[in-house]
């Protein structure tokens, strides 16, 4: 996670949350992705599948829906373009009611 959100620190509102040993990615409050099992895997939003040439899909736990495998984590410059380019398809983040 820390190597991740080193690549990612050229974003402002980075942020991320703990959940059962995992890491969910917010960017600017909207969920682009997560680490699963030491993998950065991404929404397959419209943006990402184009900005992605050569998309594989990946589950990122037994039972979820299909996610984005980024596997060029090392450049740093293409994360911050890929997490841009989602930015605008990614849904808003639900309301909890109280």
Do not use: C, H, W
């Not at 680490?35 to 736990?61: C, E, F, G, H, T």
């Amino acid at each position: 996670m820390n190597f991740i959100l080193e690549q990612l620190s050229d974003l402002t509102d980075i942020t991320y949350k703990s959940m059962m040993g995992e890491f969910l990615i917010y960017y600017r409050d909207k969920l682009v992705g997560g680490i699963y099992d030491d993998r950065l895997l991404v929404k397959p939003v419209k943006s990402a599948l184009s900005y992605m040439s050569q998309a594989q899909y990946s589950l990122p736990y037994e039972g979820a829906k299909e996610m984005l495998l980024v596997d060029d984590v090392d450049d740093k410059l293409y994360l911050t373009k890929l997490f841009k380019a989602m930015y605008d398809d990614l849904p808003l983040p639900k309301i909890k009611k109280r």
